[in-house]
């Protein structure tokens, strides 16, 4: 199993960027898959952004395509999400989490490791 911490959260204003990252711990990052989810208070997780094993297949949610981008460093065994024109509707704790399919994956149940999250607040 693989230990995610992520960090980088934090309040900013609606348009600005933020960059959160998730640290692994146990086992290369590079052995995973790795994706993003995000959960809103009152509302289920939901996904936001996947990356393959390797780093050349990315998937992105429709509400944050052409916003957001899911990267990874495996040399530094780090996965990112870097957040751009950021709105209030983005206001949500943000969990990395890894998968053993290698081009990753949106749904949840497909993620065997997650971290703890950090949140995000987004202000207008």
């Known amino acids: 199993q693989v230990q995610l911490v992520e960090s980088g959260g934090g309040l900013v204003q609606a348009g600005g960027s933020l960059r959160v990252s998730c640290a692994a711990s146990?086992?290369?990052?590079?052995?995973?898959?790795m994706g993003w989810f995000r959960q809103a208070p009152g509302k289920e997780r939901e996904f936001v952004a996947a990356?393959?094993?390797?780093?050349?297949?990315?998937y992105v949610a429709d509400s944050v395509k052409g916003r957001f981008t899911i990267s990874r460093d495996n040399g530094k065994n780090t996965v990112y999400l870097q957040m751009n024109s950021l709105k209030p509707e983005d206001t949500a704790v943000y969990y990395c989490?890894?998968?053993?399919?290698?081009?990753?994956?949106?749904?949840?149940?497909?993620?065997?490791?997650w971290g703890q999250g950090a949140q995000v607040t987004v202000s207008s």
């Open positions: 146990g086992r290369t990052v590079s052995t995973y898959s």
């Open positions: 989490a890894a998968s053993p399919l290698a081009y990753g994956s949106r749904r949840a149940a497909d993620f065997e490791s």
């Open positions: 990356i393959s094993r390797s780093g050349g297949s990315t």
